[in-house]
Nanobody
Framework: EVQLVESGGGLVQPGGSLRLSCAAS????????MSWVRQAPGKGLECVSSIGSRSQITYYADVVKGRFTISRDNAQNMVYLQLDSLNSEDTAMYYC?????????????????WGQGTQVTVSS
């Protein structure tokens, strides 16, 4: 079975940093794009970033470009999202997903291609 387990979220002050991790298992990790998707309170799912199977293709939403960095370690079946210069608008549940999120017509967590999420709260 596909398993995606996120970690690394927490409470951080504006301007601070976090690194989110996603541990993947149950599929051939090297064959797939991976993504980070977030959902702020009362809002819909938002594609944040994606990365190709060999890290040669990446995508970032305009609102995070230059502040967030996606990476993967295929030897360890891990995906990471480095979040720098955080602000209150970044407060959200962050999900790891086995999708190329910028190409999806509709985002939905109702699939085993998604993890359970890790909460990021930016507040002073």
């Amino acid at each position: 079975e596909v398993q995606l387990v996120e970690s690394g979220g927490g409470l951080v002050q504006p301007g601070g940093s976090l690194r989110l991790s996603c541990a993947a298992s149950g599929f051939i990790f090297t064959r797939y794009f991976m993504s980070w998707v977030r959902q702020a309170p009362g809002k819909g799912l938002e594609c944040v970033s994606s990365i190709g199977s060999r890290s040669q293709i990446t995508y970032y939403a305009d609102v995070v470009k230059g502040r967030f960095t996606i990476s993967r370690d295929n030897a360890q079946n891990m995906v990471y999202l480095q979040l720098d210069s955080l602000n209150s608008e970044d407060t959200a549940m962050y999900y790891c997903a086995r999708i190329r999120c910028e190409t999806e017509a509709r985002l939905s967590t109702n699939s085993n291609s998604w993890g359970q999420g890790t909460q990021v709260t930016v507040s002073s």
